[in-house]
């Protein structure tokens, strides 16, 4: 069973809130994600980390930004939160190499008012 | 980036019947693997096909990965209501880090 958590599981925030998504993983992966979805839709890439120190943007334009200090954690922060920041970010690692399966996080739902 | 395009993108049917969803792209893979979401959760892996032509069982569920590895298929014997969620494929393979997952097809299965 993988191991990757994610805090909050649920975020009821108002506009104008800075806020941080956390997400860490025990199986020494070295790739770790961000993906934002709408319930029922498909999966949207924001952000994307081979190692350590090392963030690339994904597919999806996102106003939010990541971290990636140590090999663990691999937390996503919005600075001011808005309405249309509204839906589900959830987060998954994987091994390098030619598979890289993703184990993904239970994920986090975000509503913003 | 290269596309996966998963069909039908909805499906709605009875217990009991069987139902065959489809992955196709024109790109070649070097695997290509299935996921199941269900509401509320991130997905998870079901499988994981690599050689061309391979055919893969899950109990009810059956996985096939074309011959020339650019689509695959996922046939459901039997539906029941528990195999209701959203079911990803993505292919795998290169140093293409930003290839990602089809669009998915919403499966209810109604008692």
């Known amino acids: 069973e993988a191991d990757i958590y994610q805090t909050p599981r649920y975020l009821v925030i108002g506009t104008g809130k800075k806020i941080t998504l956390e997400c860490s993983q025990t199986?020494?992966?070295?790739?770790m994600y961000w993906y934002q979805q709408d319930p029922g839709m498909e999966l949207h890439l924001i952000h994307y980390?081979?190692?350590?120190?090392?963030?690339e943007k994904g597919d999806l334009s996102s106003e939010s930004t990541v971290s990636r200090i140590r090999t663990e954690h691999f937390p996503l922060t919005l600075e001011s939160a808005r309405p249309s920041h509204t839906s589900q970010y959830l987060c998954a690692s994987s091994f390098s190499g030619i598979n890289n399966e993703q184990f993904f996080g239970p994920g986090t739902r975000l509503t913003v008012l | 980036t290269q596309l996966l395009e998963q069909s039908p993108q909805f499906l709605s049917i009875q217990e009991g019947e069987n139902l065959t969803v489809y992955c196709n792209s024109s790109?070649?893979?070097?695997?290509l693997q299935w996921y199941r979401q269900e509401p509320g959760e991130g997905p998870v892996l079901l499988v994981t096909?690599?050689?061309?032509?391979e055919v893969k069982k899950l109990k009810r569920l059956t996985f096939q990965f074309g011959d020339a590895r650019k689509d695959s298929s996922l046939h459901i014997t039997a539906a029941q209501p528990g195999d209701t969620g959203l079911y990803l494929c993505?292919?795998?393979?290169?140093?293409?880090?930003?290839?990602?997952f089809g669009k998915g097809t919403l499966l209810t299965v109604n008692p």
């Open positions: 096909v690599v050689t061309g032509g």
């Open positions: 980390s081979y190692g350590v120190n090392s963030t």
């Open positions: 199986m020494g992966h070295d790739k």
């Open positions: 993505r292919g795998s393979g290169g140093s293409n880090y930003k290839l990602t």
């Open positions: 790109s070649v893979f070097s695997s």
